[in-house]
């Protein structure tokens, strides 16, 4: 658990290093947009770090899919403030993954671009058809989320996420569990 | 010289006449009748191996005695009586050899004790007989283990199996398990077993255990991806942190696209709860007993 905040870190370093990368060039051309507050509601694909072995001795890969709804708050542009609600399951062991998360989150809009980095942190529930993680009910656990990912804005209110890619730290498992995410949807910008 | 043989003559007559006062000369005597009566005759039977194993071939020899010079002549009928009446067998009446053998094969597909007889049917010079009886075993050796084992999945449990000789086995039985379910293992004491025939009354069984391992759920941790969480070591070393970053970074796309080959936990459920049949083989020499066990495995 000592390294998930390093983790976190990490996530946002990569983030910054590509904006700075990319605002480096264009500086002079770009200035920061304002962003309003959106909500978001995307479709998501997760690899678990855990595999079946079934009788015929193949090893299958927990796959999960599902969706989120997040919303951002940016009256502090550029940074937010974020809570995210994610669900998904999948197979081969019908594994469902609810996570409810809150945190902050950077972003700078470039034009039409936005891309952003979040740290969030809440709880989350696993449950299977058979006995994950050897767990024979349902499983609460503190979560922790680090994504990034670049929204585009299509109209004044309406957007699409091109991507989103996140790491959860979930406890569950003897050594804890990851689950790697990637993400795309809609977006909607509240303007007041 | 004819006048002195026919004196000879009739001195020889005269004396002949004068010593046996009962020759009447010029008379036949009686017929005298010899008769000749059948000879007593014997037979003996015996096998090539007293003790043979089921499924095994055994020939059957009977010998007639006397033996007349010239051949002597009729049929053999040999019979091997089982203690189990079905199992009984007999041979056609078989012509004996000029040397007065008769040799038959019989098919005694059975185990059992047969009680082996040969009838001779007699000629024109001996009188028929029947030959003391033969013992010949056919032995085989019996399997004896449960029907049914049940076992808690994820459990082990040994049970008895035990071999008997029958009808003077002797030998090496090798046993062999299979049948069984996945993550699941079925070992013997001994794979092989050696039977010895008893020497009076029933031999004893000889017991060996076999035990039945089951598998139950587990989750080991089998290897490990390629995570930033790898990279907490390094935070020091600034040079080198953002290029792993980026590695990380690209990695982590390779692992969603399906390259990455690690994982962290593998999950195995272990034996199936479910009802299995388990064959046991033994096997000795040409004789193969395949005995069957329902191998019950249930849930905790």
């Known amino acids: ?30 200035g920061y947009d304002w962003q309003p507050s959106q909500v978001s509601a995307t479709y998501q694909f997760t690899l678990d770090d855990y595999s079946f ?41 019908g594994q469902h993954l609810l996570t409810l998360e809150g945190g902050a989150g950077y972003c700078r809009g470039y ?28 499983k609460w656990g503190f979560a922790v989320g680090t994504s990034a990912g670049v929204d585009f804005k299509l109209t004044p209110h309406f957007g699409v996420r091109a991507f989103q890619l996140q790491n959860q730290y979930l406890p569950f498992g003897s050594q804890g569990s990851v689950y790697w995410s990637f993400s795309s949807g809609i977006t909607y910008h509240f303007h007041s | 010289m004819k006048a002195k043989n026919s004196l000879c003559v009739a ?14 000369l010029g008379q036949k005597s009686k017929p005298y009748i010899q008769i000749v009566d059948s000879a007593v005759s014997a037979v003996h039977v015996a096998s090539s191996s007293q003790i043979i194993n089921v499924g095994q071939p055994v020939v059957i020899q009977a010998n ?16 091997a009586i089982g203690s189990t009446a079905a199992n009984t067998v007999a041979s056609a009446p078989i012509p004996l050899t000029a040397s007065g053998v008769v040799v038959w094969a019989p098919p005694l ?67 062999v398990c ?39 759920e587990t989750v080991t941790v089998v290897g490990s991806f390629l995570f930033f969480f790898g990279l907490g070591g390094l935070r020091r070393k600034r040079r080198l942190f953002f290029p792993l970053v980026v590695l990380g970074f ?32 033994a096997t000795s020499g040409g004789i193969s007993h395949t005995s069957s066990i329902t191998l019950n495995v249930v849930a905790k």
């Open chain 2, 64 to 79: 007639v005695d006397p033996t007349r010079q010239g051949g002597t002549t009729g049929t053999v009928t040999l019979t």
């Open chain 2, 250 to 281: 690209l990695a982590f796309v390779v692992g969603l696209a399906g390259c990455a080959g690690g994982n962290r936990y593998m999950q195995n459920d272990g034996t199936p709860v479910g009802s299995y049949p388990i064959t046991l083989v």
């Open chain 1, 1 to 30: 658990m000592k390294r998930v905040p390093f983790f976190c870190i990490a996530i946002l370093l990569l983030f910054f290093g590509t904006g700075e990368i990319l605002s480096a060039q264009a500086r002079k051309q770009l």
């Open chain 2, 11 to 24: 001195l020889v007559v005269g004396m002949a006449v004068v010593l046996c006062p009962g020759i009447t």
């Open chain 1, 53 to 93: 072995q079934s009788e015929s001795g193949s090893v299958q890969r927990t796959r999960l899919n599902g969706g989120g709804l997040e919303y951002a708050s940016r009256k502090l542009y550029p940074w937010e403030a974020v809570v995210s609600a994610q669900y998904s399951g999948g197979q081969p062991l």
């Open chain 1, 111 to 138: 034009k039409r671009w936005v891309p952003f980095g979040r740290v969030l942190a809440g709880t989350a529930r696993t449950s299977s058809n058979d006995d994950m993680y050897l767990y024979k009910g349902a």
């Open chain 2, 178 to 216: 299979s049948g069984l379910p996945y993550k699941s293992s079925c070992n013997l004491t001994q794979n092989s077993l050696v039977l010895q025939a008893a020497t009076t009354g029933a031999a004893d069984p000889v017991t060996t255990a076999m035990t039945i391992k089951t598998a139950g």
């Open chain 2, 109 to 175: 597909l059975n185990t059992d004790t047969y009680s082996v007889v040969a009838k001779y049917s007699g000629d024109s010079n001996f009188h028929p007989s029947e030959s003391p009886v033969f013992t010949q075993y056919v032995a085989d050796f019996a399997v004896g283990l449960p029907k049914t084992i049940t076992i808690v999945k994820g459990a082990a449990v040994s049970q008895s199996l035990s071999l008997t000789s029958l009808n003077h086995f002797s030998g090496a039985v090798q046993l």
